[in-house]
């Protein structure tokens, strides 16, 4: 079983849609979350951080459920420029340990 | 600051020919990543270093690939001798402790 798995998509959504992207880690002694963005032929960016009592970040809202490894990303209002690959991103321990990245959601936001 | 800055930005070699990817981390991170990434299999880490000590290199693909670190400002990914298979884009990142983590912008790696 892979560490962190993310539907790979695409999803081809219009412009004002709600899009939701789940997550699940394998690992229960993960310690911390995020989502990162990466754009086509770019770096990954770091979108959010998520916590477990859930976060939101204007149209980004982020949810952890610990009990069940999950992780999920909510975009309202989705914009032309949302269109990227979303990847879901585990800490398994704290301090300077590596990130352990899903392969990516894609998402196309539509006119 | 000018950011993580990984060189070449494109590097085209032909079978057989040794490969050395740059890094130039964030002044004060402590901490630096070497990533690798495909299609097929995504972000994957090959190896890090805190405080210029190496201290996993278990995701490196085999013995020919080495990463160096001689001091805080400058990493080496060398790959001798490459084959078509080791194609893909080559990542960069480097951290403080505790802080998230910021990526060159990669070195995009054809072997042929």
């Known amino acids: 079983r892979k560490e962190v798995e993310q539907d790979p998509g695409p999803f081809n959504v219009p412009e004002g849609a709600t899009v939701a992207f789940n997550c699940t880690y394998s690992?229960?002694?993960?310690?911390?979350f995020f989502w990162y963005r990466q754009d086509c032929r770019k770096e990954p960016k770091l979108l959010m951080s998520?916590?477990?009592s859930g976060n939101e970040d204007g149209r980004f809202t982020a949810q952890l459920n610990r009990a069940s490894q999950y992780i999920s990303l909510l975009i309202r209002d989705s914009k032309l420029s949302d269109s990227a690959t979303y990847l879901c991103?585990?800490?398994?321990?704290?301090?300077?340990?590596?990130?352990?990245f899903g392969k990516g959601t894609r998402l196309s936001v539509i006119a | 600051d000018a950011g993580v800055i990984q060189s070449p930005r494109h590097e085209v070699t032909e079978m057989g020919q040794e490969v050395t990817l740059r890094c130039k981390p964030i002044?004060?991170?402590?901490?630096l990543f070497w990533y690798r990434q495909t299609m097929m299999r995504g972000l994957e880490l090959l190896i890090y270093?805190?405080?210029?000590?190496?201290?996993?290199d278990s995701g490196m693909p085999e013995d020919r690939f080495s990463a160096k670190m001689p001091n805080a400002s400058f990493s080496t990914l060398k790959i001798q001798p490459s084959e078509p298979r080791d194609s893909a884009v080559y990542f960069c990142?480097?951290?403080?402790?505790?802080?998230?983590?910021?990526f060159g912008s990669g070195t995009r790696l054809t072997v042929v």
């Open positions: 270093f805190n405080n210029n000590v190496p201290i996993d």
């Open positions: 991103v585990v800490n398994q321990n704290s301090g300077n340990t590596p990130l352990v």
């Open positions: 002044s004060g991170h402590n901490s």
């Open positions: 990142a480097s951290s403080q402790v505790g802080g998230g983590y910021t």
């Open positions: 690992n229960s002694a993960s310690q911390s």
């Open positions: 998520v916590y477990s």
